[in-house]
T-cell receptor, first 115, second 117 residues
Framework: GAVVSQHPSRVICKSGTSVKIECRSLDFQATTMFWYRQFPKQSLMLMAT?????????EQGVEKDKFLINHASLTLSTLTVTSAHPEDSSFYIC???????????FGPGTRLTVT | AQSVTQLGSHVSVSEGALVLLRCNYSSSVPPYLFWYVQYPNQGLQLLLK??????LVKGINGFEAEFKKSETSFHLTKPSAHMSDAAEYFC???????????????FGQGTILTVHP
């Protein structure tokens, strides 16, 4: 299947700083990318949908000014957590969709810890 | 609106025994249904999916699931468990093509499968 990478895999940052997470589709063009967060021992919650060249669509309750999403190319989407706080600590997972035979390909996830 | 309920947050089986993970969904439109597996600190891997057509779908690693519209269910089964099957399993639903929920996955709470020797 198609490969999606995320970078970094783990990041520790201080409260108040910003962190950028990259999601790349390595061998296909992703017209749409999705960002999820997963708290310990919980399920994945969709945060936002990102279409190449347009503004992201955020799910209800997700602060768009805090979680900045950019999908500048068909192979790269970034999620920036601005002014991070300890409650933002979570596992962030992206998925990419090429729009063909319906299947989302998931990245390996990024573990964010805010101290 | 869509929702998914996975019955049983933990399932434990013996190696070689039948695996049955239950999933019920709610959807206002014809659903697309998925099962994913997640190993610790990793992303999700698709096991199988139902979109249209045959209601019994076969996936990787010997897993299969049957879409039962009348029961709004999509239970995951495997005839004989292996130790390597120990992981967390997520059922998910999205709307079909053309709908507003097309592409957006709603996940169940997850079921942790433990396999005993």
């Amino acid at each position: 299947g198609a490969v999606v990478s995320q970078h970094p895999s783990r990041v520790i940052c201080k409260s108040g700083t910003s962190v950028k997470i990259e999601c790349r589709s390595l061998d296909f063009q992703a017209t749409t990318m999705f960002w999820y967060r997963q708290f310990p021992k919980q399920s994945l919650m969709l945060m936002a949908t990102s279409n190449e060249g347009s503004k992201a669509t955020y799910e209800q309750g997700v602060e768009k000014d805090k979680f900045l999403i950019n999908h500048a190319s068909l192979t790269l989407s970034t999620l920036t957590v601005t002014s991070a706080h300890p409650e933002d600590s979570s596992f962030y997972i992206c998925s990419a969709w090429g729009g063909g035979a319906y299947e989302q390909y998931f990245g390996p996830g990024t573990r964010l810890t805010v101290t | 609106a869509q929702s998914v309920t996975q019955l049983g947050s933990h399932v434990s089986v013996s190696e070689g025994a039948l695996v049955l993970l239950r999933c019920n969904y709610s959807s206002s439109v014809p659903p697309y249904l998925f099962w994913y597996v997640q190993y610790p600190n990793q992303g999700l891997q698709l096991l199988l999916k139902y979109t249209t057509g045959a209601t019994l779908v076969k996936g990787i690693n010997g897993f299969e699931a049957e879409f039962k519209k009348s029961e709004t269910s999509f239970h995951l089964t495997k005839p004989s468990a292996h130790m390597s099957d120990a992981a967390e399993y997520f059922c998910a639903v999205s709307g079909g093509a053309g709908g507003t929920s097309y592409g957006k996955l709603t996940f169940g709470q997850g079921t942790i499968l433990t396999v005993h020797p």
